[in-house]
T-cell receptor
Framework: AQSVTQPDIHITVSEGASLELRCNYSYGATPYLFWYVQSPGQGLQLLLKYFSGDTLVQGIKGFEAEFKRSQSSFNLRKPSVHWSDAAEYFCAVAPDSQGNLIFGKGTKLSVKP | EAGVVQSPRYKIIEKKQPVAFWCNPISGHNTLYWYLQNLGQGPELLIRYENEEAVDDSQLPKDRFSAERLKGVDSTLKIQPAELGDSAVYLC????????????FGPGTRLTVL
């Protein structure tokens, strides 16, 4: 079945530490790939997206993600986490030309001082 | 530039009552989406509009849910009658329409059905 998997429900990192959030998808072709962040009481905000070309994508707030076709993965990374990064992160795919997004269940990030 | 506006932000109703949510998309965005987000889950698409036409409503429970987008701008999502299981956050998003375009989300309406 087509799906988006975020295997980590909750991650806690120390401020200043590096971060990697995992995302795997199961679709026949390479879909369009997105990472969104949702802070409490806020709408979802796009961090970055991948369609084609360079497999390392830079986004806002110092985030980057790498597309690995062989692993069907699109992991999100940040070299040094700030307390303000505490939020919920959603990986999403648009599996076809319709543009409808299929979201993972999200990973909640907590940041320790 | 104003973002996607939704109202109300919170709504508490008794089961079997009707409820409606309103969305005003970003100006110029012809594509509008309604998503449902249950607690601890990612958003799930309910319906997508291209201008005033509902082009994908396959996930909308049509026995109790309805939506409209008159004049291709604002949209309203209605539930009648509401059930306990409808308690969730209802998100509206808009985009220029190409699948590579960013979908911009509103803050959502949190519905509690008692």
């Amino acid at each position: 079945a087509q799906s988006v998997t975020q295997p980590d429900i909750h991650i806690t990192v120390s401020e200043g530490a590096s971060l990697e959030l995992r995302c795997n998808y199961s679709y026949g072709a390479t879909p369009y790939l997105f990472w969104y962040v949702q802070s409490p009481g806020q709408g979802l905000q796009l961090l970055l997206k991948y369609f084609s070309g360079d497999t390392l994508v830079q986004g806002i707030k110092g985030f980057e993600a790498e597309f690995k076709r062989s692993q069907s993965s699109f992991n999100l990374r940040k070299p040094s986490v700030h307390w303000s990064d505490a939020a919920e992160y959603f990986c999403a795919v648009a599996p076809d030309s319709q543009g409808n997004l299929i979201f993972g269940k999200g990973t909640k990030l907590s940041v320790k001082p | 530039e104003a973002g996607v506006v939704q109202s109300p932000r919170y709504k508490i109703i008794e089961k079997k009552q009707p409820v409606a949510f309103w969305c005003n998309p970003i100006s110029g965005h012809n594509t509008l989406y309604w998503y449902l987000q249950n607690l601890g889950q990612g958003p799930e698409l309910l319906i997508r509009y291209e201008n005033e036409e509902a082009v994908d409503d396959s996930q909308l429970p049509k026995d109790r849910f309805s939506a409209e987008r008159l004049k291709g701008v604002d949209s309203t999502l209605k539930i009648q009658p509401a059930e306990l299981g409808d308690s969730a956050v209802y998100l509206c998003a808009s985009s220029l329409g190409d699948p590579t375009d960013t979908q911009y989300f509103g803050p959502g309406t949190r519905l509690t059905v008692l």
